[in-house]
């Protein structure tokens, strides 16, 4: 099994910045690609933010310029850096990652969410 922990939520200013951790641990071979999501209040969870095991990384367009998604392997973490934030990025935020455990079978892992709120 894998387990990811969370952290780095919290309350923040219009123009702040926070950043997100999620570290994974557990029986892994290998992670393959790290991702952010978000989901506000009646409405469908979204993509923020995703990062290859190679190092590619892909961001929705309302994040594009403010939001980084990096990933430290020897740790098994990756990260969101989030700068210029706004009061429509209030959302919780699930770190997802895909794993190959050693049972050599790929696996989809969410965090348990944290909650981002951007307000004056």
Same mark, same amino acid.
């Given at each position: 099994?894998?387990?990811?922990?969370?952290?780095?939520?919290?309350? #923040?200013?219009?123009?702040?910045?926070?950043?997100?951790?999620?570290? /994974?641990?557990?029986?892994?071979?290998? =992670?393959? %690609?790290? $991702?952010?999501?978000?989901?506000?209040?009646?409405?469908?969870?979204?993509?923020? /933010?995703? =990062?290859?095991?190679? $190092?590619?990384?892909?961001? %929705?367009?309302?994040?594009? $310029?403010?939001?980084?998604?990096?990933?430290?392997? /020897?740790?098994?973490?990756?990260?969101?850096?989030?700068?210029? @934030?706004?009061?429509?990025?209030? /959302? #919780?935020?699930?770190?997802?990652?895909? #794993?190959?455990? @050693?049972?050599?079978?790929?696996?989809?892992?969410? $965090? *348990?969410?944290? *909650?981002?709120? #951007?307000?004056?």
């Amino acid at each position: 099994q894998v387990q990811l922990v969370e952290s780095g939520g919290g309350l #923040v200013q219009p123009g702040g910045s926070l950043r997100l951790s999620c570290a /994974a641990s557990g029986s892994i071979f290998s =992670i393959n %690609a790290m $991702g952010w999501y978000r989901q506000a209040p009646g409405k469908q969870r979204e993509l923020v /933010a995703a =990062i290859t095991s190679g $190092g590619s990384t892909n961001y %929705a367009d309302s994040v594009k $310029g403010r939001f980084t998604i990096s990933r430290d392997n /020897a740790k098994n973490t990756v990260y969101l850096q989030m700068n210029s @934030l706004k009061p429509e990025d209030t /959302a #919780v935020y699930y770190c997802k990652v895909v #794993v190959t455990l @050693l049972d050599g079978y790929e696996y989809d892992y969410w $965090g *348990q969410g944290t *909650q981002v709120t #951007v307000s004056s």
